[in-house]
């Protein structure tokens, strides 16, 4: 099983790792503990790339969920917590002699080479639960008959599990996304983007949904 989730196809894993590393580049450059304010346009480009490659798995092999009840035990036999932070990087960081020069900053290497593993960690873990999610979609269209449409296994998955409560709007297009799912899989990192229970939420969002009645 890859650190970060569970057994990913090579081309979402690798796509996964390609997105985190461009985070992990931008965040290096802005200081590691400052806030990237805008995502660069190679880390939204690998993020596209990776919801892509995400939904090209799961509609040409889906992943045998049929209800939010198998999401969740895929998740638990499969998955694993998300990396630790908060707390811990400021135990290692005062333990750390040896810094590396980062724009103005000097950060401690074992906080700087942890803060890089964390975030590839995260970001397949991150992967692995888009992955069960929209495997769930594909199972739900195919069983209500509806055409499988990648753009629309898209925008479902990525609105749940991005918003579980919001069922209005499901199936709308979010042009936020990228950014909106790197905060989270970098915030997790560092203890301030929980997401616990969020893909057990999402996945009960999609099994309410009725797909010939409530998707155009």
Known sequence: MPAGGG????????AADEAAQSIADAWREAGWFARVRQLPDTAAEALEHLLDRIVKSAVEQPVPVFSAADVRHRLETEGHPPPYGGALFFAIAA???????VGKRAVPLAVAAKLGADVVGSFRLGAFELELLASLVVNRLRKAGMPVDPRLVQR???NAYLA????????????????????MWSGRVMSVE???GRLYKAAELVDSIDFVLDVD
Not at 7 to 14: A, E, T
Not at 95 to 101: A, E, M, P, V, Y
């Open 7 to 14: 057994p990913l196809p090579i081309s979402v894993q690798l």
């Open 95 to 101: 333990r750390s002699r040896k810094t590396l020069k």
């Open 164 to 183: 579980p409560r919001r069922h209005h709007d499901v199936a709308r297009r979010r042009r936020s996304a990228p950014a909106q799912l790197a905060a």
């Open 194 to 196: 929980p997401a616990v």
């Open 156 to 158: 479902i998955t990525v």
